[in-house]
């Protein structure tokens, strides 16, 4: 048998690094930014913002290469700006804008942009992972050289689709990493209401493949857990699983009223900030000034973005011919 080549270096450079702390800042900006203008009224539905769990989204897309396809969820803002989506046309999409990645169609828990390899996010709890397992089939039908990631919560992975498409991703060894964001609520229920066991990456040898727990917090431990992960599924060895545990720092949407989290556990979740866990790091190795630079910058693109998308026009809808039952559905819209 051929000895299998050694793991790759699994840690980020140090230019790396401040990449996906500028990526945090930046989705950080677009969760305020998205607050403000739902409370002005500017945008339709509840957005649902993911202030706290920035380094899950961004570290895991840092550690893929741009062919790699990821598959998300309704509180995906982190994973479309991990994989390069511009805050200009994330903003104009939430906004219904012509400009947006969708055509203004998709609001913020659809956005796709294939050629980013960011197939959509989706808002039936659950739907990012089968998906993500068909891309990984696809991959390994046609002989390419990339895998899939889904990123899903803890609520999603107590439904029936996660542990089927587990399975059969284990049995067939296909190249997909299971992403599951703990970040402790399914709507307003606490984890400890829905699972019969606290730890969810123990699952993992249910179905044969490797599970590990991780900081969600450490956008470094989240790169180095998916470029392991990545390297074994890129390896054909097969799927992985990894929680990364975090804590959902606003309410379930912007509808939410709140009142169920403990002002104990906001404390010390806060406390542990990703942001500032990262910020310390960077700003020893780098110097403040440096840091401190990149993140002016980042909210200066954000804020820059928001206005030149309100601007934007509105999609440009093609008339249905009066017999199209269609006609009717956008009556008076
Ligand atoms: C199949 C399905 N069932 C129920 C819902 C309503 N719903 C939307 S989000 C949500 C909770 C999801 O919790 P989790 O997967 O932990 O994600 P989080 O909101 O914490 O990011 C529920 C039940 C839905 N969208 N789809």
């Excluded at 895991?60 to 396809?69: H, K, M, P, Q, V």
């Excluded at 994330?90 to 050629?115: C, F, K």
């Excluded at 402790?184 to 179905?207: F, N, P």
Aim: some cysteine; hydrophobic content about 40%; proline content about 5%.
């Amino acid at each position: 048998m051929t000895p299998k080549p050694a793991l790759p270096h699994n840690s980020p450079s140090i230019d790396e690094h401040l990449e996906m702390h500028r990526r945090m800042v930046v989705t950080r900006e677009l969760e305020r930014q998205l607050g403000a203008l739902h409370k002005a009224g500017v945008t339709r539905g509840p957005i649902h913002r993911c202030d706290g769990q920035e380094a899950v989204g961004v570290g895991a897309t840092g550690a893929l290469e741009d062919r790699d396809c990821v598959t998300t969820t309704h509180r995906g803002h982190a994973v479309y700006i991990g994989k390069g989506l511009a805050p200009r046309r994330i903003l104009a999409e939430i906004l219904g804008r012509e400009t947006g990645y969708n055509g203004g169609r998709a609001g913020h828990m659809l956005i796709g942009s294939p050629v980013h390899g960011m197939m959509g996010g989706n808002a039936i709890v659950g739907a990012s992972i089968p998906a993500a397992t068909g891309m990984a089939l696809s991959a390994q039908v046609l002989g390419e050289d990339r895998i899939a990631l889904a990123t899903f919560g803890d609520g999603a992975a107590q439904t029936g689709i996660c542990h089927e498409s587990m399975n059969i991703a284990a049995l067939w060894k296909l190249p997909v990493v299971f992403l599951l964001e703990h970040n402790e609520y399914g709507l307003t229920a606490h984890a400890s209401t829905q699972s019969s066991v606290a730890d969810l990456y123990i699952r993992a040898a249910g179905h044969g493949m490797p599970g590990e727990q991780i900081d969600g917090n450490d956008v470094v431990a989240v790169f180095q857990a998916v470029a392991r992960a990545a390297a074994r599924a890129r390896r054909g060895d097969g799927p992985s699983l990894i929680e990364a545990r975090t804590y959902r720092m606003e309410g379930f949407s912007t509808s939410d009223v709140g009142g169920y989290q403990s002002d104990e556990d906001l404390a010390r979740w806060r406390a542990r900030d990703p942001i500032t866990l990262s910020r310390a790091v960077l700003v020893e190795a780098l110097g403040e000034d440096r840091v401190m630079d990149v993140e002016r910058a980042a909210a200066e693109t954000v804020a820059a973005a928001a206005e030149a998308a309100q601007a934007d026009p509105p999609p440009h809808f093609v008339p249905h011919a009066p017999s199209d039952p269609r006609a009717f559905a956008t009556e008076g819209r």
